[in-house]
DNA sequence: GTCTATATTGTGATAGAC
DNA sequence: GTCTATCACAATATAGAC
């Protein structure tokens, strides 16, 4: 499926995109990119040094989109619910677009956990702001008392975790085709959010 | 780390669940697992013909750790309140004694979604009861609607996540020590159940 | 820039001595 | 059963023609 519309650089890319997202590092391929890519071998290290580097690329741009704009989300100055029900909106939406990406980069950095360490101080994320307007609300008494990192965590979790747990869910919950299963995530842009605004709220 | 105590079958299979566990099938070397189990590659292959065998040992082993035993706990006919607390004490309490479990079986499971069909209708999983269950106590007016598969997302979800997204829970968490994060999981076996309760409670 | 051909290294697997 | 040595092939990477 190569695109008549991009340079040779942009058809690699977009094919390494789609074989170490499905694939991961150790996975993939230089030749199933060239093929995916309609172009040959030799030409992946003439753009890209070698594997590392080509995986460097789609590595970086996977991380960018599942971290750093949606925590950036939550450093706004919305009031709390509004602000969990616009990010699971979001984030949930993000995977719907593309589903590979939870397990691609949750995989990787398990691989090589020390890769987060640059990734994040060089982008400065921190979710303090998120949890410190948790911790405010709970002392005004607007919602429950818990633990402002379990309920962050909770929000990721029940956004990502179908997404890395696909095939396991399929089954067990008898939604066998692809279709049932994207709406039963489409499903849940609405009520994660509810959910977890029913756990907290007095 | 050998066991003068192990015959060389059981040093071979302690070694290989190490290694694909923490590299996975395709990240995992023959030469590792031999390492590991301090002898020779030419006896991997004596005792298991090849890496596909011995990996069918492991993830097996893993698969049934991570699935049917809970999902059998499930099935019982506890209250549903009690149900969910001894679920996510339990299930917790397996990830925190084999955290690398859970990316690894996800993982493998999403190379090769085929896979989990045959264990899945080989043990009959079948979450039917549980759904069932929560139906029962919408209909009875005990809980808030929902639609039971979202209840029974967010419960898997809520349990497993962490121990997938560990590199960035810890360092997102600051809680960058491996301790810190130990007692953040152990502290969810309470407030993850509570969390559901919370949600779905009248 | 793009290709074919080839070098080089890595890795699973086997042969055969002990 | 366990080892050393080696094979066979797969995979990354490079050389060099066009």
Do not use: W
């Not at 360490?117 to 919602?143: C, Y």
Request: aromatic fraction near 12%.
């Amino acid at each position: 499926m190569t695109q008549k519309d991009l340079n040779t650089e942009q058809k690699i890319l977009k094919a390494a995109r789609v074989v170490f997202t499905h694939k991961g590092f150790e996975g993939a391929r230089m030749q199933e990119i060239a093929d995916e890519a309609g172009i040959n071998k030799a030409l992946l290290h003439y753009y890209y040094r070698n594997k590392d580097k080509l995986f460097e690329e789609v590595f970086k741009e996977a991380f960018y989109t599942m971290v750093p704009q949606v925590i950036e989300l939550l450093k706004s100055d919305m009031p709390l619910f509004d602000k969990i029900r616009f990010f699971a909106e979001k984030y949930i939406d993000i995977f719907i677009q593309n589903p590979f990406i939870p397990g691609f980069v949750l995989h990787e950095l398990s691989q090589n956990p020390k890769r987060i360490v640059d990734l994040i101080s060089n982008l400065g994320i921190e979710p303090q702001i998120f949890l410190q307007q948790i911790q405010t609300e709970i002392e005004k008494g607007a919602i429950k008392p818990i633990d402002p990192r379990n309920l962050l965590t909770n929000l990721l979790a029940m956004c990502i975790f179908p997404f890395v747990a696909k095939p396991i869910l399929k089954n067990i919950m008898f939604t066998k085709d692809d279709k049932a299963f994207t709406l039963f995530v489409e499903e849940r842009k609405k009520s994660v959010p509810e959910f977890i605004i029913n756990a907290i709220k007095k």
